[in-house]
């Protein structure tokens, strides 16, 4: 058969190396149509001449941008029939990326946990995201349940990865080149608040919120060449759990980072995503909100430009965050699809 | 708090300059993403080679485009607590904005005036588009009626603007280059009317019409990077008076420029904005037809190769604009949307 | 009047060649946006780096999206008055088109019958798409039932063309440069399958479904400066016989085109359209499906680095392919929306 319908949980071995398909060169017009879709405002990412001022080549993509191209090329081999993804870790972001670079990914299977009632396990992969000359622009670990093809399959090796519950701040900032902070123009940037301005504990409540239409998602996620079958096909959706399309987990990072500009304006980079969980799921109609903690601050090795910020961010849907809804303890607000843990840098 | 709520009526002071966050480069993906947005048809904006032939560097970005980025910025520090935007005046467009070049935008607050009800009050800015060298791409005056934070608070100092009815012949034409019309393409501009075809009190029913989709509203208004929630959140609308998500003022005057390329192909640019008021406001799901009538000729000082039309041109929703609804004497027709008084430039 | 309402069959005269509006230089911006709508993932047209280093200048812009944009441009002069659009034939990619190359389109009209019942006619064109150089970059012949502003007027000269049922395999090729096969990377690219790969008979059901927006379909639309007001006015179309807006047929061979990538990922070009036929309508809300049998095979004269295969790609709505619904020699299933007939090129 020529046509593929993806990997199932027996067809991954342990340390197998996945090499996915379809290099993406990434332009302005990636970055422009990232703006349309989520509004985001960080003067870094929006200005050239702002960004080559304080160091950088010229505006580089948003962060997250790069890690959805990435992401978007392994869904054919690892997630296609996925039924939940579970969690990232250990997501470093480690280079700028400019217009006009060619992205492709490979992954490793990190690890492999059959589930008990023998029709799904858990896949770990360690993705990385390339340029065409080989230099890695990002690294980060997921995990996902996928279904099992034959319940009676067995599955060779078995092995659960140990994850690093953050990022050590030694390994932050790789990302982000020197800035020159006289330069950085914080009236520009929207926002007077340093890096020394916030203190751990610190919430802010980003106050505005986005409602998400079908197009849009699909929109974005046909950009990123996520290939997954539950955010585009209604027809089978209709006879589904939810009865409806899934948006893209990414999307809605995507969205409560362009929301978290308001308290958060001069974060501009994100260094590393230590955790991350999709608490719900999120429908089309559904209105985006979200919040910040601050659960750590870290400065940078010999560098006194930059420190960064640990940021513990919640989305909701409607349901706006000025009460900073989260987990009691026992379980999660109800409101919530998004408990996202990174790491951010901010100039000093 | 970190997070900006945006200023309130007494927030604001008389002769008050503000400079306005997230400089932004355009490049050829917004014009790109303009095209989808609009349907935008004139020549000059569609064809480098046309472009370049008669005069422009390339093709520049469309005059709208920049007026609603621009504007984008201003959002954040005018009108985040705006009841209503209630006009515009003496808007010119200064310079050929082309992609590549990055915009930035200044406020000055040049008139306040409190309503009596002392709730709320006018604010008047002039604001000025410019480019990353300082040269002014464009300005223009709006005025915004404003809600207060405390009905107690005083204004010192009131003052309301005086203001042109319209932007005088000799101030037009700065904006665009000098044109080789020997060389314009009256075939591939879609239009053989020259700016001696059309005659005062002259009307022109556009005919076609659009239906504007809650994610097209909302991907054009964050390419602006405009903030204003009502456009984005339909879990506070829901509770608002009209239940329902507003359409950018912006996105309707662009709508109705793409329209009115039927009937108008050659006036590729627009030189200045008398005024303008969105007379009721656009959801989605309706559909907008305009008609445009002629109410002024001007020639151009020195210039023999240009001449400008002032046109009134009114969109409507959900009425197509054979019968030419507009304002009675006494009120609009309640199907109008937009009451738009411009200059644009024609071959001659 | 100033305005166009478009030509009625008794406009038309056999041999009238028309040149029409509107040149648009294409960007990687239209590339981009593209690949939002479709989801494209064939690895030429998304990596600059691949595409160079097996022979082109850089990424050319998908073959559709090139021809989307030439359509657009014959809408206001051939069909704005259009009842139907009944077929195409002898469609030929004659050239990679680039970024920042500029296209225009000139139409003869190669035919015109008058319809028994007075009141419409069919008008055959053969459309060229050129560059700015003059080189010509696509042809394809498309009739269209276009009705009669007086059921009096008389047509002088009538003609029906004869047209070719395919494409002669000597005239495909043109459009593809020399291919570097052993350079051309099988696993970047998403598949294995070479041409020798696929038989004559063989069937192939491209699995995944698209379910599409109104915004969606607009945003395409518009892009493409395709004026066909059936597309974009719902206040018009809610009196009309389907009371929705008709999606532009475009869209639906561009999804099909997309969703076939799982299955025929090496076939990268489209070399011809044999013939294509819009079976039923498509509207916003339904799911595309589509399917593919290889009708033909051929070598290409004097090439030994890529064969062509003759495809036919069965589109449907709502139905999923795995039963290869098409036509029973009667009628068409009932849920299918395009019969496309197309040669696409593979490395050997």
Avoid at 26 to 53: I, N
Wanted: hydrophobic share 40%; glycine share 10%.
């Amino acid at each position: 058969m020529k046509t593929s319908t993806g990997r199932f949980f027996e067809d991954f071995r342990l340390g197998e190396v996945i090499r996915h398909a379809t290099p993406r060169t990434v332009t302005a017009a990636d970055a422009a149509l990232y703006s349309a879709l989520y509004g985001t405002r960080f003067a870094v990412q929006s200005s050239d001449v702002l960004a080559a001022q304080i160091g950088y080549e010229r505006s580089p993509l948003d962060d997250l941008l790069v890690f959805h191209v990435v992401f978007g090329k392994t869904v054919p081999d690892i997630s296609l029939n996925a039924v939940a993804n579970l969690g990232y870790a250990e997501g470093r972001f480690l280079r700028s990326v400019y217009p006009g670079e060619t992205l492709s990914a490979v992954s490793e299977v990190i690890g492999l946990k059959e589930n008990s009632n023998g029709k799904t396990g858990v896949v770990y992969v360690r993705t990385r995201g390339l340029r065409s000359d080989g230099a890695e622009v990002l690294e980060y670990v997921r995990w996902v349940m996928v279904k099992k093809r034959d319940e009676a399959a067995s599955v060779a090796d078995q092995h659960v990865p140990q994850l690093a519950d953050s990022v050590e701040p030694s390994h932050l900032g790789i990302g982000c080149p020197p800035i020159d902070v006289e330069v950085y123009d914080f009236g520009l940037a929207g926002s007077p608040w340093r890096w020394g301005d916030f203190r751990i504990g610190e919430r802010i409540d980003h106050v505005d919120g986005m409602t998400v239409e079908e197009a849009e998602h699909q929109l974005a996620t046909r950009l990123y060449q996520n290939t997954a079958r539950v955010h585009f096909d209604q027809h089978a959706a209709t006879g589904s759990r939810f009865g409806r399309r899934l948006i893209y987990g990414g999307h809605v990072i995507s969205l409560a980072r362009a929301l978290s500009f308001n308290g958060l304006g001069n974060a501009f980079h994100i260094a590393a995503i230590n955790g991350g969980r999709h608490v719900a799921p999120l429908f089309a109609g559904d209105t985006v909100y979200c919040w910040s903690e601050v659960i750590d601050t870290a400065e940078l090795e010999g560098r006194s430009d930059m420190g960064a910020l640990r940021l513990r961010t919640i989305a909701t849907k409607n349901l706006p965050c000025a009460g900073f809804p989260g987990h009691n303890g026992t379980e999660y607000d109800p409101a919530v699809v998004l408990d996202l843990d990174y790491w951010a840098l901010l100039p000093r």
